[in-house]
């Protein structure tokens, strides 16, 4: 059983930055962040393999959102830049043995962080 725990949400301006992280209670393989605005379905933004090397991104994340990890932490980590209100949503960080763009692909999820970005 593995536990998630995310954390690093809050308030920020558009144009600003945050950085989540979400820490494993165990050896995580391929990682993902979602997000679910109010009144929307859970949408994928992006995945990480196990070493890092490869990842994934929603289009419209992509050169502004970098996802990594620090394995000797069992911790992965979402720096979000140039953040627009349209960001706005709870993000959730999620655990699976696939690498894929469906939330059903996941076993694990974490309690989930709001991200405010105001205009």
């Known amino acids: 059983q593995v536990q998630l725990v995310e954390s690093g949400g809050g308030l920020v301006q558009a144009g600003g930055s945050l950085r989540l992280s979400c820490a494993a209670s165990?050896?995580?393989?391929?990682m993902g962040w979602f997000r679910q605005a109010p009144g929307k379905e859970r949408d994928f933004v992006t995945w990480?393999?196990?070493?890092?090397?490869?990842?994934y991104y929603v289009d419209s994340v992509k050169g502004r959102f970098t996802i990594s990890r620090d394995n000797a932490k069992n911790t992965v980590y979402l720096q979000m830049s140039s953040l627009k209100p349209e960001d706005t949503a709870v993000y959730y960080c999620?655990?699976?043995?696939?690498?894929?763009?469906?939330?059903?692909?996941?076993?694990?999820w974490g309690q989930g962080t709001q991200v405010t970005v105001s205009s």
């Open positions: 999620a655990a699976g043995s696939v690498a894929s763009v469906a939330a059903m692909s996941y076993g694990y």
């Open positions: 165990g050896r995580i393989y391929y």
């Open positions: 990480i393999n196990w070493t890092g090397g490869s990842t």
